[in-house]
């Protein structure tokens, strides 16, 4: 009988350390979920709403298409899309990116641009991914202030950097095509 309630006793704690473990967790999770993802969802649906309402993406869309008819320009759109100063705004949602993928994809349909351009313009009109998660991913990470005012530069500045390296690497993957 002794041997049983001890089983109990220790079975009654493990279980209850697992369920307070698991409380827990989800908790935290809500929390963050609340404090963190939340606003970023909705800072991203204003931004979308505000691309999509005022025809703004559509206006830089239509700007930027043409540069995809030659490497140099896809290089150029990469580094456009790429400044640091627009890829947290051009990210959320990827507007830009959905409407220029558009008028390219109905450009290589009629032929009007070579396919082997396909691939590098995916990364010419790419550059700003993550972009607008980064704040949002290091808050996740509780980062500290610091790291912070560090790592957003850093990483939007990379991204500046291996964009267009991105289109000359796609660029060359597609010769033959």
Do not use: H, Y
């Not at 041997?3 to 409380?23: K, N, P, W, Y």
């Amino acid at each position: 009988m002794e041997a049983l309630t001890s089983f109990l006793t220790r079975f009654g704690r493990i279980m209850g350390g697992l369920v307070g473990t698991m409380f827990q967790a989800g908790r935290e999770s809500v929390d963050q979920v609340w404090k963190n993802i939340l606003p970023f969802l909705a800072f991203v649906a204003v931004v979308v709403g505000i691309m999509n309402g005022t025809g703004l993406g559509t206006w830089i869309a239509q700007l930027l298409a043409p540069l995809a008819g030659s490497i140099w320009g896809l290089l150029l759109l990469s580094l456009i899309i790429g400044l640091p100063v627009l890829s947290p705004l051009l990210g959320p949602g990827a507007v830009i990116a959905q409407i220029i993928g558009t008028l390219l994809g109905t450009l290589f349909a009629s032929k009007a641009l070579p396919l082997s351009a396909a691939l590098p313009a995916l990364f010419a009109i790419n550059p700003q991914v993550g972009c607008d998660f980064i704040p949002v991913g290091l808050a996740l990470g509780e980062a500290e202030p610091e790291t912070v005012e560090v790592g957003v530069p850093a990483v939007l500045f990379s991204r500046l950097i291996t964009g267009p390296i991105a289109v000359v690497l796609a660029f060359l993957a597609s010769l033959g095509m």
